[in-house]
């Protein structure tokens, strides 16, 4: 069993940075893939940045070069950092983790979200 507490969210005008940091507790850290999932309403909730098990780190194409997803295994955090927002960034993100390198498709434990709000 895995806790996830996402945190960090907020306001920020277009062009700012802010980092999501999802806190875990339970299972070992290192045995799970890790991913943050973007939610607007009225669309599907869609992977933006996903550090597998096994296979290299990808990001959503409208956000490679700004994101950047990370892990603190010592403090069991996994970070998302988010810089040169846009408005269409905004959202609520959510942390997940899994115990395959298919974080898009067996994302078992998730986080309790976060709003981000980027305004132009």
Known sequence: QVQLVDSGGGLVQAGGSLRLSCAASGDTFSRLSWGWFRQVPGNLREVVA??????????LDSVKGRFTISRDIAKNTVYLQ????????TGVYYCAAAYTSGIDIDARYWGQGTQVTVSS
């Open 50 to 59: 996903a550090m597998p098990l096994i296979g290299r780190i990808r990001y």
């Open 82 to 89: 988010m810089d040169s927002l846009k408005s269409e960034d």
